[in-house]
């Protein structure tokens, strides 16, 4: 037995966990994994469509329903999310923003041009970080990903209302 197998053993047997194979060439085994799948796949698009965001957000799109469906979706047998089944705490939503909503963030000057540009570069809500309590957000104007703790949201969503074009931006 390998060091990496014997490790995996001891794990599974100290924390209690039962470490099942499925049989070769059957995937009829995968359908848990398959209907997660399906529904993290569907909810990603539903998401960029529903904000008019390009594909090239797909991995985003894909974490932070992840993210969500994995605080909220309660587990029929146990009454419980996944969250909690996990960590053992009570799940806490209250954070939880409008995904590809508007936010502003302060310019912290390394981006400004002259005197007179404005002090708040327009972002996109895109995530949450996984370390810390920050927002990721898509600034529009560095055309970058970046993690905020202080970002000012507006929920109303006004790319339903027409009044935020679409980004076509070249993301290479």
């Not at 995996?8 to 209690?16: D, R, T, Y």
């Not at 994994?33 to 957000?57: C, D, G, I, Q």
């Not at 969500?68 to 799940?91: A, D, F, Q, S, W």
Request: contains cysteine; hydrophobic residues 35%.
């Amino acid at each position: 037995m390998s060091i990496s197998k014997l490790r995996l053993s001891n794990f599974c047997e100290q924390n209690g966990l039962n470490h099942n194979f499925s049989a070769l060439r059957t995937p009829q085994q995968n359908g848990v994994v398959k209907r997660k799948n399906r529904s993290l796949k569907e909810l990603a698009r539903t998401m960029l469509n529903e904000n008019n965001m390009p594909n090239y957000f797909w991995v985003d799109v894909i974490s932070i329903a992840c993210y969500v469906l994995n605080r909220v979706m309660i587990r029929p047998i146990l009454k419980l999310t996944p969250y909690e089944i996990y960590k053992g705490i009570k799940t806490n939503v209250s954070h939880f923003k409008v995904f590809g909503s508007n936010c502003f963030v302060l310019n912290n000057g390394k981006e400004l041009v002259s005197r007179l540009d404005s002090n708040f570069d327009e972002c996109l809500l895109l995530g949450y970080s996984t370390n810390s309590k920050a927002y990721q957000i898509f600034n529009k104007h560095t055309v970058r990903i970046k993690e905020s703790m202080h970002a000012v949201l507006d929920e109303t969503n006004a790319q339903k209302l027409g009044k935020v074009p679409l980004y076509d931006y070249d993301y290479a």
